[in-house]
């Protein structure tokens, strides 16, 4: 069943591609990064993973800021991908991949930070998604989920938005969904509006 789900999100995605990088979403994705890159700790040397890469604006942006990071953009979509690739100017230190949050084709503890921004709420399965972060990452390492939230008394909240729909969860939950995975929050901020970037570290 997920995996059909799957295929239905890619196919949905890759319709979006060649319009996603329009000025109202590059717009709002430059005020999303700018201001979850405030919190970013990242490391010498950094090896980073971002899931749901879309066109891979945020993984160029951590290239530009940071000359000695590596990282590895996984997305769904091929389409998407394709944009990624074809706007890569650091192609010696990014690479983008297909793939899914749920199977992550990484080595353990290979990461010191993972990123997901406005993709974690199409994950049909957030603890699945979750462990796998908890797994790829290094102990320490740090995981950036910036993604619309919603009211603690509003509970989950699903929206067909998309195929399977797109869920919100409200900060106590994504606390509960990061503690199960061996994730412990360290802080929440909001963003933009109700865009929350949390901040998980692995315990060491």
Known sequence: MTDDIFVKKQGF????????????TAIFYLAVHQR???????????????????????????AAENPTLQGIGLDLSPQMLAEARSNNRYSNRLMFREGNGESLP?????????????????????????????RVLQPGGYFYLADTTVREEHGDFHWNF??????????????GLGREAGLAVVQHYYLLGPVLLTVFNKNA
């Not at 995605?13 to 109202?24: E, H, K, M, N």
């Not at 998309?162 to 606390?175: A, D, K, L, T």
Request: with cysteine; proline share 9%.
């Open 106 to 134: 990484f080595d353990n503890s290979q990461f010191d930070a993972v990123f997901n921004t406005i993709s974690f709420l199409h994950d049909p399965n957030p603890e699945k998604m979750l462990a796998e972060v908890a």
């Open 162 to 175: 998309s195929p399977s729909g797109v869920r919100f969860y409200s900060p106590r939950r994504r606390e």
């Open 36 to 62: 979850m890159l405030e919190y970013a700790k990242l490391p010498e040397n950094a090896q980073v993973l971002d899931i749901g890469c879309g066109t891979g604006r945020l993984l160029r942006r951590l």
């Open 13 to 24: 995605f890759d319709a979006w591609a060649p319009f996603y990088d329009c000025p109202l």
